[in-house]
């Protein structure tokens, strides 16, 4: 099994999104520079969309991509693209990362089924796995990340029940 792009995908994966892009360019009429592209993304994730204060930039998996080089192609380039198509089209409104607008313009691209997820076998990956924390609701225990469970813990965020809608708490109700 291929583990590394070679010099041709690379420049085939640039290609491609440089054409998604004008192709979003064309639709809506936006102005949209060419990205950097960065092959440092490990583990499960195909790659990311990133946005740093006026810093843009893509990140993808060279494993994924060399293991599965046609859907990447057809997959998750499209899906960041489409990533940077709404952070532009849509500056001032806050998005679902993979809401209404970003599958509208998955289908602008031609994609009849967008997904937030792949079904890329991962066999031989190093994948972390992030350790679980029980929360308790209405409804009984709840599992949250650790990303989370730290967010709660720093007071930055609250979570809720998606059944119940109760906040989540770290111990169980009376």
């Known amino acids: 099994m291929q583990e590394h792009l070679d010099d041709d995908q690379i420049d085939t994966i640039i290609a491609t999104t440089g054409d998604f892009i004008a192709r979003a360019r064309h639709r809506y009429g936006l102005t949209l520079p060419e990205l950097e592209i960065r092959f440092d993304v490990h583990g499960a994730a195909w790659g990311y969309y990133v946005r740093k204060g006026s810093q843009r930039w893509f990140r993808f998996n060279p494993t994924l991509f060399a293991r599965h080089f046609d859907e990447g192609l057809s997959d998750t380039i499209p899906h960041e693209v489409a990533h940077y198509v709404v952070d532009r089209r849509y500056p001032r409104r806050r998005c679902k990362p993979h809401g209404a607008e970003w599958r509208q313009v998955m289908r602008d691209f031609g994609i009849d089924s967008p997904s ?24 009984g225990e709840v599992p949250l990340s650790a990303t989370r469970h ?15 809608q109760q906040p989540l708490s770290p111990t169980p109700p009376p």
Not at 117 to 137: E, K, M, S, W
Not at 150 to 164: K, V
């Open 150 to 164: 730290n967010r709660i813990l720093r007071g930055q965020a609250r979570y809720f029940c998606r059944r119940c």
């Open 116 to 139: 937030a997820t792949h079904r890329t076998p991962l066999d031989g990956l190093a994948v972390r796995r992030q350790r679980r924390y029980i929360y308790y609701c209405g409804c």
